[in-house]
Nanobody, 118 residues
Framework: VQLQASGGGLVQAGGSLILSCAASGRMFTANAMGWYRQVPGKQRELVAHRFGRGSTTYGDSVKGRVTIFRDDARNTVFLQMNSLKPEDTAVYYC?????????????WGQGTQVTVSS
């Protein structure tokens, strides 16, 4: 599975941004896609996770401000981020998780920088 993320950049506090991530290659029937983020010196944290059947999970720090949605036909997941704060500044990583035969396979994108200025 290859992941191509895009949409990062510089935005002012209070602004909005949409990230996208397209998956290609071998797809799993049972899968999930989503986003994590990381700042230097800290652990990678969950932003949003969308399971194959449509259920979603959001990180506590972004709840109410982000929405994850997916275009299944294009194997692409989007992250709509609103009311951005300087503390949202991080490298955002797309991930794809596939399950088959009792095993889970995780794949990560290259990361896209989001910088929120105050």
């Amino acid at each position: 599975v290859q992941l191509q993320a895009s949409g990062g950049g510089l935005v002012q506090a209070g602004g909005s941004l949409i990230l996208s991530c397209a998956a290609s290659g071998r797809m799993f029937t049972a899968n999930a896609m989503g986003w994590y983020r990381q700042v230097p010196g800290k652990q990678r944290e969950l932003v949003a996770h969308r399971f194959g059947r449509g259920s979603t999970t959001y990180g506590d720090s972004v709840k109410g401000r982000v929405t994850i949605f997916r275009d299944d036909a294009r194997n692409t997941v989007f992250l709509q981020m609103n009311s951005l704060k300087p503390e949202d500044t991080a490298v955002y990583y797309c991930f794809y998780s596939g399950s088959e035969g009792g095993h889970e396979y995780d794949y990560w994108g290259q990361g896209t920088q989001v910088t929120v200025s105050s």
